[in-house]
């Protein structure tokens, strides 16, 4: 097949208007072959920040970073191109910031406005400072830092006046309680050693005696059964009735001896008239000398003499001397 001339010029024209069409955009640094929605965020600082890491939205990754480029001459901020590949609509009051990480890579964030308007391709999201775990860490360390330093040189003053207080004379003491010490150990381990094997022994007759306990749990068991059973009996023996008893009878013995006390009785008015008792004391030692008398002289009462003859001993008028004494 031949091809005409007025046709090959018509593909060279189109050729070359295609051409044209694309080297303006590339020109002007639009990507030829990404028609992915963009939109931009100018920032102080980007940190750690990349191309191509993430852009998220509630932890969902919607993007990448597609360009980091100085915003003007002087670097006073970084303006950050987002590429959006995935087909969300972002609200045009959302916030952007950088999330940075110790153990990963930092990604941009987007907080999610509340608007019904959206942004749409080459639209500018505003931006804030979010220190994350490094600015927090670094916030807290800087006044932690500042007490360290005054530790610190607290520190090495007292060093400095402890270097200064030690003079030859301290530092031979300070080397002979050392010394001391390290006998003083050497004595205690030779004292533990020594008491090591008593204890071992002591440990063993524990040993034994708890499975001497375990052996005889049975029993133990029925010795705290029968003491069980003991009280059990204890408890069901009739104490009130006996207490009553006891009270009833200590109740009586008082009666007796109030009675025996007072003097309105007999064996009280005995027991607080002396006259009474020297009376009787007179009585008791006449029936003596009269038992005497008769003992002594019984023909006096009883005479069964034959002829008659007459006891002219005299009356006793006092106790006989005894060698015992009478029943």
Known sequence: ??????????????????????????????????????????????????????????????????????????????????????????????????????????????????????????????????????GNLSSEAKPLMGKVKTVADSLTLLLSHFNNTLDAPTQRNLQEAIAHLKNTIASLNLLLTSVQRPLAASLDNMSVFTESLKRNNGKIDQILGNVDTLTSNLSRLELQQTMDTLTATVGVLRDAVHKISSPDGSIGAMMSDRQLYDRLNKVALSAEILLDDIRVHPKRYVNISVFGKKNKAGELTAPAIKDTVPE
């Open 1 to 134: 097949m031949k091809i005409s001339n007025e046709l090959k010029v018509g593909i060279l024209a189109v050729l070359a208007i295609t051409a044209l069409i694309f080297g303006f955009r590339f020109l002007k640094g639009k990507d030829i072959f990404n028609h992915n929605p963009k939109i931009y965020a100018i920032f102080k600082s980007v940190g750690g920040l990349e191309k191509s890491n993430f852009v998220k939205i509630n932890g969902l990754a919607i993007g990448s970073v597609y360009k980091i480029e100085p915003n003007d001459a002087n670097v006073n901020a970084i303006r950050v191109t987002l590429s959006i590949t995935e087909d969300v609509n972002i609200p045009d009051n959302s916030v952007a910031y950088i999330s940075g990480s110790l153990l990963g890579a930092s990604e941009v964030v987007i907080d999610k406005g509340n608007s019904t308007k959206y942004l749409g391709d080459e639209d500018k999201i505003r931006t804030k400072v979010e220190e994350g775990l490094l």
